[in-house]
């Protein structure tokens, strides 16, 4: 199916416990993007790539790793889970090109760590 | 750094009244997005605006993007229970090392009471 898919759509993990969320799109755009969604923070920048094998830094990297060996995948891993990466992962990809830079998002992961 | 501020946070309104968001980021735009996240869903994209002043509509949602192309604000008229929501405000700079990378606000959670 095309589109953008995450998962798992659901992980409980342990604190100190290594996680990858997965993020998949069928579109070849160029840019993905990680957010993590938290009350009363609204979407904040973890991570974002603008072609495979090239990513940079946004607001919250800290403790996360990302990377992107292919255009369609961008996984965003957690070295050491802490109780404060608690939250809703958002994975987003858009093309960028031209005048349409509509970002899509995929549904979300909700990673809680115990 | 950039910093897109949007305002209120949160909006209860009953419904046939009107709403209104607003964005203000400090430094110019290139272009800025509107997105709705329905509860417990993912952002979806609504419009984009390009020009300076540049006023679009859809249905009862006014978009606006100031002059400076530093402020925008979304406008509903006669709210409706499906208008529930959280919009958020995304604006992109066109230069360097950002392209194509949103800057998010915190997104106004509007509530509608029937």
């Known amino acids: 199916d095309a589109g953008i898919t995450q998962s798992p759509r659901y992980k409980i993990t342990e604190t100190g416990r290594q996680v990858t969320l997965m993020c998949h799109q069928t579109?070849?755009?160029?840019?993905m993007f990680w957010y993590r969604q938290d009350l009363g923070h609204g979407l904040r920048l973890i991570y974002y790539s603008a072609a495979a094998d090239i990513t940079d830094k946004g607001e919250v990297p800290d403790g996360y790793v990302v990377s992107r060996s292919k255009t369609e995948n961008f996984p965003l891993t957690l070295e050491s889970a802490t109780r404060s990466q608690t939250s809703v992962y958002f994975c987003?990809?858009?093309?960028?090109?031209?005048?349409?830079?509509?970002?899509?998002f995929g549904q979300g992961t909700r990673l809680t760590v115990v | 750094g950039q910093q897109v501020m949007q305002i209120p946070q949160y909006q209860h309104v009953q419904e046939g009244e009107d709403f209104t968001t607003y964005c203000n980021s400090s430094t110019t735009l290139s272009n800025i997005q509107w997105y709705k996240q329905r509860p417990g869903g993912h952002p979806v994209f609504l419009i984009q605006?390009?020009?300076?002043?540049e006023v679009k509509k859809q249905k009862r949602l006014t978009f606006q993007f100031g002059e400076a192309k530093k402020n925008s604000s979304l406008h509903i008229t006669a709210t409706q229970t499906t208008d529930v929501g959280t919009y958020f405000c995304?604006?992109?700079?066109?230069?360097?090392?950002?392209?194509?990378?949103?800057?998010f606000g915190r997104g106004t959670q509007l509530t509608v009471w029937p």
């Open positions: 995304a604006g992109s700079l066109d230069r360097g090392s950002t392209l194509g990378r949103l800057y």
């Open positions: 605006l390009v020009k300076s002043g």
């Open positions: 579109w070849s755009h160029s840019y």
């Open positions: 987003a990809s858009s093309e960028s090109e031209g005048e349409l830079a509509e970002a899509f």
